[in-house]
């Protein structure tokens, strides 16, 4: 792979973040407990778990997000078939099973978000709980593909 595709590669990851980290910051200013918002009594029940469930998923997002920018150097650098590519794909499925865990556990504050203010959360977070699990097969596929790829390069390195 060139270095001008994994530069385009490295590109759409980190703008990827840009939007979510921005979702963040803007997100935080939501929360205000005098925000009117969450004038109603049945969504301010909502407005802490609600923001914690949000942070802790973006922990392990930006994790699979630097776990993506090294994986795209260790390509750079002709390494891709290598111990450190399998551990960036196996972190990187461990961060998808996470966020996974995180919107699992906030689906009943979604359902009562829904309920209080006809917002569309459940599909929300159905989505993002389907997209995650659709990276955490893909990550566990590739991490196989290339476990088995180093195994069968070792094999050959002792034949000859």
């Known amino acids: 792979m060139s270095r001008g595709s994994t530069l385009f590669l490295k590109t759409v990851i980190i703008l990827m973040g840009?939007?979510?980290?921005a979702g963040c910051i803007y997100?935080?200013?939501r929360f205000d407990p005098n925000s009117?918002?969450?004038?109603?009594p049945e969504l301010e029940k909502l407005q802490y778990p609600l923001l914690i469930g949000m942070y802790l998923?973006?922990?392990?997002?930006f994790v699979a997000l630097y776990q993506t920018l090294k994986l795209l150097s260790y390509i750079d650098r002709n390494e891709a078939f290598s111990k450190l590519s399998v551990k960036a794909l196996k972190t990187i499925k461990y961060c998808a099973v996470a966020i996974i865990i995180v919107f699992a556990l906030e689906m009943p504050f979604f359902y009562l978000l829904t309920k209080a203010d006809d917002a569309p959360g459940i599909l929300i977070g159905l989505v993002i709980i389907f997209a995650s699990l659709v990276i955490a097969v893909f990550a566990a596929v590739l991490q196989r593909l290339l476990q088995d790829a180093i195994d069968i390069k070792e094999e050959n390195d002792l034949i000859v």
């Open 27 to 29: 997100g935080l200013s």
């Open 18 to 21: 840009l939007p979510v980290l």
């Open 57 to 61: 998923a973006m922990i392990p997002f």
């Open 36 to 40: 009117p918002y969450w004038a109603s």
